[in-house]
C-alpha cells in the first residue's frame, strides 16, 4: 500500500498494530506483553526466543500470529537427533536421475523452533545462520529464505537434562528474549472456558507479507534523536565490566556484558515501539520499555550474583 508520507505510513502501522492485536486476542487470552514484543521483532525484522515452562500457548500463540498476519507457518519440533538436513533440506535424486533441492521446513515466513535446545550444536549451528544470513547452503549452493522470515525459538527453562544450552554468541542473533509467565486467576478461568468449549473465533488476516516488508523499511527510516541514541548505546556499554563506563554493580557481578548488536536492537526496538504507539520518534521511555527484552539474555552473571540471590531482570533494573 502507497502512504503520502512517513507520517501516515506510521498512523497506519500504529493503527495495523491494535487491529493485531484484538485479532490475536480472539486466541490467546492474556499475554498482552508477549504479544507486543513479538509484533515488535517482526516489524524489527529480528528474532525472538520464547522462555516458558510446557502448557503456556507458545505453539498457539505463534500459529495466531501467523494467521493474523497472512504468513507461511512451519513448526519445527527440535529433538537430540535432528539433523541440520532436516530443517534445511537436501538434494534428492529425481525420476530423470538429475539432483533437484528439497525444500526443508526452514522455509517459511514464520518458523517456530520448538524446544531449540533439545538438539545438538550442528543443527542449533544450521538454523542460527539461516537466521542471520537468511539463506541456507547446501551441496555448495545458496538458497534465499522466502521474506520476510522470523524465527520464534522456545526454549524451557525447568529441564535441563539432555539438554544442549545455547551459547552466548549464539543467543546473540535474537533481538529479543521474552519470557512466559502463568496466567492469573481471571485469565486461567477464560483459557479453561474457551478451550473446553465448541466455541472457535476464526482469525482474520490483518497484514500480508509485503505490508510487514514495507513497515520494515518505515522502522528504519524512523528518525532518532541524538541523546536518545547515545542513551541507548551508554546502556549497553555500562553493561560492560571493568571498562570506564560499568557501574559498580556490573563490575562485582556480571562476567560478560552486552556487545554492539544489543545497541542496534536497542535503537530498531525503541523505534518500533514508539511507531505502534503513534509517536513519530523515540524517546529514551521507549528504550527503557524494551531494554530487558534486547539485554536479558546477553548479560552473563557471575557466582557471585547466584549467591546473593540476585538475578538477571534486577540486574537490567539497577542499570536503568
Given at each position: 500500500?502507497?502512504?503520502n508520507?512517513d507520517v501516515q505510513?506510521i ?7 491494535k487491529d493485531l492485536k484484538?485479532e490475536?486476542?480472539k486466541?490467546i487470552?492474556?499475554?498482552n506483553?508477549?504479544v507486543?514484543?513479538?509484533?515488535i521483532s517482526?516489524f524489527?525484522?529480528g528474532?525472538?526466543?520464547l522462555v516458558?515452562v510446557?502448557g503456556?500457548?507458545?505453539t498457539?500463540l505463534?500459529n495466531?500470529?501467523a494467521?493474523a498476519?497472512?504468513l507461511n507457518?512451519k513448526?519445527?519440533?527440535f ?6 538436513s532436516?530443517?534445511?533440506?537436501s538434494?534428492i535424486?529425481?525420476?530423470d536421475?538429475?539432483?533437484?533441492f ?8 514464520i ?7 533439545r538438539?545438538p ?5 544450521a538454523?542460527l ?9 547446501v ?5 534465499t529464505?522466502p521474506?520476510?522470515?522470523f ?7 525447568i529441564?535441563q537434562?539432555?539438554t544442549?544450552p545455547l ?7 535474537f533481538?529479543?528474549n521474552i ?5 492469573n ?9 474457551q478451550t473446553?468449549s465448541d466455541h ?5 488476516a490483518?497484514?500480508n507479507?509485503?505490508?510487514i516488508?514495507?513497515f ?6 524512523i528518525?532518532?534523536?541524538?541523546n536518545?541514541?547515545?542513551y541507548?548505546?551508554k546502556?549497553?556499554?555500562r553493561t560492560?565490566?571493568n571498562?570506564e563506563t560499568a557501574?559498580?554493580?556490573v563490575?562485582q557481578y ?5 556487545g ?7 535503537v ?6 514508539a511507531a505502534?504507539n ?6 529514551i521511555e ?7 527484552l534486547?539485554?536479558?539474555?546477553r548479560?552473563v552473571l557471575?557466582?557471585?550474583a547466584?549467591?546473593d540471590?540476585l538475578g538477571?531482570?534486577?540486574?537490567i533494573?539497577?542499570?536503568?
Amino acid at each position: 500500500m502507497q502512504y503520502n508520507s512517513d507520517v501516515q505510513a506510521i498512523d497506519a502501522m500504529a493503527q495495523s498494530y491494535k487491529d493485531l492485536k484484538t485479532e490475536i486476542a480472539k486466541q490467546i487470552v492474556g499475554q498482552n506483553d508477549v504479544v507486543k514484543a513479538s509484533i515488535i521483532s517482526l516489524f524489527s525484522n529480528g528474532h525472538s526466543l520464547l522462555v516458558g515452562v510446557p502448557g503456556l500457548a507458545k505453539t498457539l500463540l505463534i500459529n495466531t500470529i501467523a494467521q493474523a498476519l497472512d504468513l507461511n507457518f512451519k513448526r519445527i519440533q527440535f529433538t537430540p537427533d535432528l539433523m541440520p538436513s532436516d530443517i534445511t533440506g537436501s538434494e534428492i535424486l529425481d525420476e530423470d536421475r538429475k539432483f533437484k533441492f528439497n525444500h526443508g521446513p526452514l522455509f517459511a515466513n514464520i518458523v517456530l523452533a520448538d524446544e531449540i535446545n533439545r538438539t545438538p550444536p550442528k543443527t542449533q549451528s544450521a538454523l542460527l545462520e539461516a537466521m542471520q544470513e537468511r539463506k541456507v547452503t547446501v551441496s555448495g549452493v545458496n538458497h534465499t529464505l522466502p521474506s520476510p522470515f522470523f524465527v520464534l525459538a522456545t526454549q524451557n527453562p525447568i529441564e535441563q537434562e539432555g539438554t544442549y544450552p545455547l551459547p552466548e554468541a549464539q543467543l546473540d542473533r535474537f533481538m529479543f528474549n521474552i519470557p512466559l509467565n502463568y496466567p492469573n486467576y481471571q485469565e486461567e478461568l477464560q483459557v479453561v472456558k474457551q478451550t473446553t468449549s465448541d466455541h472457535y473465533n476464526p482469525i482474520k488476516a490483518i497484514l500480508n507479507a509485503s505490508q510487514i516488508l514495507e513497515f520494515q523499511k518505515l522502522v528504519r527510516k524512523i528518525p532518532i534523536a541524538d541523546n536518545v541514541l547515545e542513551y541507548a548505546v551508554k546502556l549497553t556499554a555500562r553493561t560492560r565490566p571493568n571498562t570506564e563506563t560499568a557501574t559498580k554493580e556490573v563490575n562485582q557481578y556480571v562476567s560478560w556484558g552486552a556487545g554492539p548488536r544489543a545497541s542496534q536492537n536497542l535503537v530498531l526496538g525503541a523505534k518500533c515501539h514508539a511507531a505502534i504507539n503513534g509517536k513519530y520518534s523515540p524517546d529514551i521511555e521507549d528504550v527503557q520499555a524494551i531494554a530487558a527484552l534486547v539485554l536479558r539474555h546477553r548479560l552473563v552473571l557471575n557466582y557471585k550474583a547466584e549467591a546473593d540471590g540476585l538475578g538477571i531482570d534486577k540486574m537490567i533494573n539497577t542499570l536503568l
